[in-house]
């Protein structure tokens, strides 16, 4: 059972275009929603991460939106770079940490120049 | 430059061998982790290790062995593995142990091929 459904499984756009990742959760538990990004022969590192409390959290070109009655959240990439090319996993967990986190299968993103 | 060192980045091995993946922090974090990551796969954690102790272990096969001799150092020792372990293994750290909120480094993973 996937507690978290990730899509699209790609995405490709013009460099300046605004890539949009969606995720669905089905825990009504979790209570803390990251996202990493990996980028080729690399690990995942955090990029962002959301709690239910707000519905919007905005770090540089990246932004979460989140709606907690539809069970969903979505990272958006504004003025989005060749350099921002790389598999972006969404996340959640209960407990508010990243202990035991639930993740995506994750969007390859590709941006042209 | 990681804070999280995994060796070896390449293994590859037949199915009687006996391998082990070496994990080391170097970011005083208490809490380390093994995850799966298959392709088209969620990431899959495997083992949480808080403050040298197993607190986690997600159904994982005992081919897979893992130890903790020290906060610092995570050990995942394979043995008569099957073909569909092939995948990359990632380690990653956190602080504030497993209760933390703190955000999970990983290494660049070891990539295993299972013959």
């Known amino acids: 059972q996937q507690q978290v459904k990730q899509s699209p499984q790609s995405l490709i756009v013009q460099k300046g275009g605004i890539p949009i990742i969606n995720c669905a959760y089905e825990n009504t538990a979790f209570d803390y929603f990251p996202w990493y990004q990996q980028f080729p022969g690399k690990g995942p590192a955090l990029l962002i991460a959301i709690r239910p409390d707000v519905s919007e959290k905005k770090e540089g070109r990246f932004t979460i939106s989140f709606n907690k009655s539809a069970k969903q959240f979505s990272l958006h990439i504004m003025d989005s770079q060749p350099g921002d090319s790389a598999t972006y996993f969404c996340?959640?967990?209960?407990?508010?940490?990243?202990?035991?986190?639930?993740f995506g299968k994750g969007t390859l993103l590709t941006v042209n120049p | 430059e990681t804070g999280v060192t995994q060796t070896p980045r390449h293994l590859v091995m037949g199915m009687t061998n006996k391998k082990s993946l070496k994990c080391e922090q170097h970011l005083g974090h208490n809490a380390m982790y093994w995850y799966k990551q298959s392709a088209k796969k969620p990431l899959e954690l495997m083992f949480v290790y808080n403050f040298k102790e197993q607190t986690e272990n997600n159904s994982v096969p005992s081919r897979f062995s893992p130890e903790c001799p020290n906060s610092s150092h995570l050990f995942l020792h394979l043995h008569t593995l099957q073909p569909e372990d092939s995948a990359l293994y990632l380690c990653?750290?956190?602080?504030?142990?497993?209760?933390?909120?703190?955000?999970?480094?990983f290494g660049e993973g070891s990539r295993l091929t299972v013959l």
């Open positions: 996340a959640a967990s209960k407990g508010g940490s990243n202990y035991k986190l639930t």
């Open positions: 990653a750290s956190s602080a504030g142990g497993t209760g933390g909120t703190g955000e999970l480094f």
